[in-house]
């Protein structure tokens, strides 16, 4: 009955900004938890975004967008959010939340190990234009 839904997403120029919402159900993000955001490409693999966690709340980012994107929760919404500003043209793809249950950080080693997560939203299309 878990469930992760994703919206946000839409055309966008390059230079602008968008926001990605996560919206949980089935656990409270008053648990324990990690988020992840992933995108993909066409023709690519999909590849981490940025990863938060309930306990240490320590963001994590892939180089490309630290600095542009901010991750963040609002628990009473059940919602986590992805910031995005500066959008490039790279930036294009269906970008996707995903949990992991009832851990204490992002996965180690590797936050954006796919395989770590249990639990995938269905993507949001972002597309920025140049």
């Known amino acids: 009955e878990m469930q992760l839904v994703e919206s946000g997403g839409g055309l966008v120029q390059a230079g602008g900004s968008l926001r990605l919402s996560c919206t949980v159900s089935g656990f409270t993000l008053d648990e324990d938890y990690a988020i992840g955001w992933f995108r993909q490409a066409p023709g690519k693999l999909r590849e981490g975004v940025s990863c938060i966690s309930s306990s240490d709340r320590r963001p994590y980012y892939q180089d490309s967008v630290k600095g542009r994107f901010t991750i963040s929760t609002d628990n009473a919404k059940n919602t986590v959010y992805l910031r995005m500003s500066s959008l490039k043209p790279e930036d294009t793809a269906v970008y996707y939340c995903?949990?992991?249950?009832?851990?204490?950080?992002?996965?180690?080693?590797?936050?954006?190990?796919?395989?770590?997560?249990?639990?995938w939203g269905q993507g949001t299309q972002v597309t920025v234009s140049s």
């Open positions: 995903a949990a992991v249950v009832a851990v204490s950080a992002c996965p180690t080693p590797n936050w954006a190990y796919i395989a770590s997560y249990d639990l």
